[in-house]
């Protein structure tokens, strides 16, 4: 269990609306969809309430926990429609997170490497589920080459994270045009452009190409309007980031696309080896013709003291 709760300080409270919505040309007589909506209780963050509501409503939802861990929920629509709407809704707290300066001094990387390749304890088991490569994270010697700039010989394992970090947001350019799903890592590395599950999926592969696990982490991030502006209505995002095992401390998690280590601004949906396994939204239609699709995601601080310029 991570112990790193500083529990002399308040928690941090959010409420967080996520809206998708499929239109489509033609009637869709059934739809089924698998949803990652559900935000994920741990040490540092407590759901203190949640929702989905569908239009139209679903004729069956089961709710359900998933390999990793996550809430999930399944639900069946048999009523013909032309529009999908699923409205998510939560009240979250979220403790406070040891900084960088707190958590220093840790092992040399280079110790957990080999400590994954010998200890064979039901723990470093369950870790070891995010040390290989999965469906979008490839793992190989352009990624390790681009890592070893940071992990240096006997360097301690944080302080080359936090350097990976740093060099991810600076070498790259975030663009939501520049790449799709299908992109490979190598490609990203070539083009050095793309978006926050690019980032997170990029530094992923690079952290296991040196054979340290780490697993891949959805969720939402409060984002600031400039000064002097309200904070608008849908117009935050899902986010993406990273988590890097450390023995002693548990899971620490990274945000290349800010340059920052997590604090009390991310806010966790759930987690797995990378984007596939916590899709926020999967499944299948009949009918339909093809689709467009649209997301809002608003994340509003409910504490006093972060709530700046919110909208009436």
Not at 6 to 24: G, I, K, L, M, Q
Not at 235 to 250: I, K, R, T, Y
Request: hydrophobic share 40%.
């Amino acid at each position: 269990m991570n112990t790193l709760v500083d529990n002399n300080s308040a928690p941090v409270r959010y409420r967080v609306v996520h809206e998708t919505r499929y239109t489509y040309p033609s009637l869709v007589t059934l739809s089924q969809q698998f949803l990652h909506m559900t935000p994920r209780d741990f040490a540092y963050q407590q759901t203190e309430f949640h929702q989905i509501v569908m239009d139209p409503s679903e004729d069956d939802g089961v709710d359900g926990v998933d390999y990793f861990g996550n809430g999930t929920r399944h639900v069946t629509i048999t009523v013909p429609h032309k529009t999908l709407l699923v409205h998510a809704e939560s009240v979250v707290a979220l403790s406070p997170r040891r900084d960088l300066s707190q958590i220093r001094g840790t092992m040399a990387w280079e110790h957990l490497r080999d400590m994954m390749l010998q200890v064979r304890s039901p723990a470093t088991l369950e870790i070891c589920r995010y040390l290989y490569a999965s469906p979008h994270i490839s793992c190989g010697d352009l990624l390790a080459q681009y890592a070893r700039v940071s992990f240096t010989p006997g360097r301690p394992l944080l302080d080359a994270a936090m350097d990976l970090t740093r060099r991810i947001f600076d070498d790259f350019e975030f663009d939501d045009q520049a790449t799709e799903i299908s992109t490979t890592l190598e490609e990203l590395l070539e083009w050095r452009r793309g978006v926050c599950q690019d980032f997170a999926h990029l530094m992923i592969g690079c952290l296991r190409s040196l054979g340290l696990p780490a697993r891949y982490i959805s969720g939402y991030i409060l984002t600031h309007p400039p000064a002097g502006q309200a904070r608008l209505i849908g117009a935050d995002a899902s986010h993406a980031w990273v988590s890097l095992f450390c023995p002693g401390l548990g899971w620490i998690d990274f945000d290349p696309t800010n340059h920052c280590l997590v604090q009390r601004e991310h806010i966790t949906l759930g987690w797995g080896r990378d984007f596939s396994d916590v899709t926020p939204m999967r499944g299948l239609v009949l009918g339909g013709n093809g689709q467009e699709l649209q997301v809002n995601v608003t994340v509003i601080p409910l504490n006093e003291e972060f709530a700046e310029a919110l909208p009436a």
